[in-house]
């Protein structure tokens, strides 16, 4: 460390030291407003000039230092210099010590802050690189992230200096004046009846209203630069138009129909999305009919000799193409027409913020949501495009089994999809380049997972990079390297990537209102769904940060609600509990954090484990694989997060993430009577496990019960 930073550590620790040594925090009370009001205010009268330096002085570095105090200080400014001077004073003083707190911050702690508050410091740079001053003001007029927080945390930032000094000052300057008023009405405050003048209930309502006003200042001055160019149409024909028929986009236009809203539906393919037609509903299918192959095959031990047989693999697709049948009349035309939705078969072009293009025809609607999807990301791998790569949406198509399938990933979908075809007869092998599966998982997950595909026979290579792809001697081969680096070469029939999916942006003309991804390729959406457009809403794939059916549902109606009444008022989307589950066999389903989650955000937490192998119903059905773990709050049954691996997990789940969306914890699972054989009651066991490690008089009680029984009873002759 140089010997700069080695000075203004040592004046930052003198600081602080004499702060508390002094206790001059007594001295920042509105007890101590009055009480010194009157000996202050005479020697503002005697020596203006230097008070009011000493004011300034002081106000700098109880900002600099990022002290406790500044809001009564404030007020102590109104008091003393009036509104003017005290609005002057304190703005000043405020931009002088936040800039300092910025530039201290910048030259001294970039990496400590960057990791105790990196997430929060990526969104204010996506914020800066996005609209620039105008980002930063909002944060100073609508102090989202504390102000002792947010002067040092700019400082790791982009932030020019001279755009922080002005942004910083215009920004503030309106809270401060609101404050300084306020502070110059309770100096005049000699009894209750005070409280009662009519200049300080007009303060009382500034300072009530001013976040309010604020916000919605800026909201119509946002508006405003975003529709700068574009002229509104004078009449709507619809109150809405949605772009994409998937889950997401059905759901919208059903709810918005329901609402009496007149509702438009753009679908350029067969309603019903991905989760229809290549996603949810198929693969379950297939995990189901690959779970039957399996049983059968098991079978064999239970006694039954013919249980094998030969598998139709074109009978299996038959089945699958039969379940989504079963469910698609949900998702016809005729359904939503009967609902009072408009369907449209065609290409949608955004030409307006309230305007849709469609098959030369121009639609226009009041608000848009863009349901538009995701596609699989096929990877940048040389030689993959001439192998002909099978991918979640193009697998269905099969007719012939393939004898050796690779698949590319480690996440739900080549875990789900591996699996499955490993039991209905294909040798895979499944590479991956992680370490592990399902990283965004509990690693104890993963290798339950891995040991269970090894169990059935897949070929898992982790740890592993492709490297190419070949074609020679009529067969196809999958060049990569191993986690030592060595090169090996991997025989396949067909290859199935799926390493993720990329949202569906090109093609909307979503480019010309600077409607531009972000940087894991979805939509960049407020809390209220909207995009940069305000009128303009984001749901599903499209929009994040969850891939899941149920989370496109869910954001549909946030989105439906803000679109139709944001005018009166809005709905935040929260993310605080969103389940998902894996299919695989042990299924994986999680809610809330993680281990490595709540480590992450340094979250305090206590773990408290069940394996299900003390489950009688695992035991029946020979599923002893698995457990529940669940994250609580240390000392307190309050749940943060549930990760249940085993059989029937997603459905073991829904128990947990009902009690964590009503704040319902473990205790009151405790007193809930669940049936017997079922695996929902590895909940009770692991809520029984819980009382039994926190219940402080747990083992006095018991030498007491003890005491009362063995004088209930007889002593055994000797």
Same mark, same amino acid.
């Given at each position: ?18 702060? @508390? ?73 405020? &931009? ?294 099978? &991918? ?76 190419? @792809? ?37 093609? @909307? ?55 139709? @009444? ?40 206590? #773990? ?19 457990? #529940? ?90």
């Amino acid at each position: 460390m140089n010997a700069r930073k080695l000075v203004v550590i040592g004046l930052i620790l003198a600081a602080v030291a004499s702060f @508390f040594f002094f206790d001059l925090g007594q001295y920042l009370t509105l007890e101590s407003i009055k009480r010194l009001h009157g000996p202050l205010r005479a020697e503002v009268r005697g020596h203006p000039w230097w008070a009011g330096a000493l004011f300034f002085l002081a106000y700098v570095a109880l900002t600099a230092f990022s002290f406790p105090g500044t809001v009564v200080l404030t007020l102590l400014g109104g008091a003393l210099f009036g509104l003017i001077g005290g609005t002057l004073l304190v703005s000043f003083a405020s &931009t002088v010590g936040a800039t300092i707190a910025m530039l201290m911050s910048r030259f001294m702690m970039r990496d400590w802050f960057q990791k105790r508050f990196g997430r929060h410091i990526a969104g204010i740079d996506r914020g800066l690189t996005r609209d620039g001053p105008l980002y930063l003001f909002s944060l100073r007029l609508m102090p989202v992230i504390p102000f002792v927080l947010l002067n040092p945390a700019l400082g790791l930032t982009r932030v020019r200096f001279w755009t922080f000094w002005w942004t910083t000052w215009a920004g503030m300057l309106p809270g401060n004046a609101v404050y300084v008023a306020a502070g110059r009405e309770l100096a005049r405050i000699d009894s209750l009846s005070g409280i009662l003048s009519p200049s300080m209930i007009t303060t009382l309502v500034l300072l009530g209203v001013f976040p309010l006003l604020a916000n919605k200042l800026l909201g119509v001055y946002k508006a405003r630069k975003a529709y700068k160019g574009w002229r509104k149409p004078r009449r709507f024909e619809r109150n809405l138009i949605v772009i994409g028929g998937g889950a997401g986009g059905l759901a919208a236009a059903e709810l918005a129909a329901s609402m009496k809203a007149r509702v438009t539906l753009i679908e350029r393919n067969a309603l019903g999305g991905d989760s229809l037609n290549a996603g949810s509903v198929p693969s379950k299918a297939l995990v189901r009919f690959a779970r039957l192959a399996h049983d059968r095959v098991c079978g064999e031990r239970l006694g039954f000799a013919r249980a094998r047989g030969e598998l139709d693999f074109g009978a299996v697709m038959d089945g699958v193409r039969a379940s989504v049948g079963k469910v698609a009349p949900q998702a016809s035309v005729a359904r939503y027409e009967q609902l009072g939705v408009e369907v449209i078969a065609g290409e949608a072009r955004v030409v307006s913020p309230w305007e849709v293009e469609v098959d030369g025809r121009t639609l226009s609607a009041r608000s848009l949501i863009l349901a538009t999807g995701s596609r699989p990301t096929i990877p940048d791998i040389p030689g993959l495009a001439e192998v002909e790569p099978l &991918t979640s949406d193009s697998i269905w198509q099969l007719r012939q089994r393939p004898a050796r399938l690779l698949v590319l990933g480690g996440g739900p979908v080549a875990c789900e999809l591996g699996q499955a075809f490993q039991r209905l007869g294909s040798q895979v092998t499944l590479v991956h380049r992680g370490e592990r599966l399902l990283a965004c998982e509990e690693e104890e997950a993963g290798e339950v997972l891995a040991q269970a595909l090894r169990a059935d026979g897949v070929d898992l290579r982790l740890g592993h990079v492709t490297q190419r @792809f070949e074609i020679g001697e009529g067969e196809r081969r999958m060049v990569c390297q191993d986690p030592h680096g060595r090169e090996l070469s991997l025989p396949f029939d067909e290859v199935l990537v799926a390493v993720g999916r990329s949202a569906n942006l090109d093609g @909307f003309g979503l480019e010309q209102f600077s409607l531009e991804p972000g940087e894991d390729g979805t939509l960049e959406v407020n809390e209220y769904l909207a995009t940069r457009m305000p009128n303009i809403y984001a749901i599903g794939d499209v929009a994040g940060p969850y891939r899941f059916t149920h989370m496109a549902v869910r954001q549909a109606r946030y989105a439906v609600f803000n679109a139709l @009444f944001g005018m009166f008022w809005r709905l935040k989307v929260s993310y605080r509990v969103t389940p998902r589950a894996t299919f695989t066999s042990p299924q994986v389903a999680r809610v809330g954090l993680s281990e490595q989650e709540a480590r992450e955000q340094e979250v305090e937490f206590e #773990v408290t484990r069940l394996d299900l192998a003390a489950l009688d119903r695992a035991q029946i059905d020979e599923t002893p694989d698995g457990f #529940v773990k669940v994250l609580t709050v240390p000392g307190k049954d309050r749940i943060l997060g549930v990760t249940v691996v085993g059989e029937q997990a997603s459905e073991t789940l829904a128990e947990f993430v009902m009690a964590m969306k009503h704040k319902i914890g473990l205790k009151k699972l405790l007193a809930t009577v669940h049936i017997y054989p079922t695996f929902s009651e590895a909940n009770h066991r692991l809520a029984t496990l819980w009382k039994r490690d926190h219940a402080p008089r747990r083992q006095r009680l018991l030498r007491w019960a003890e005491r009362i029984n063995r004088r209930r009873v007889s002593e055994p002759p000797a």
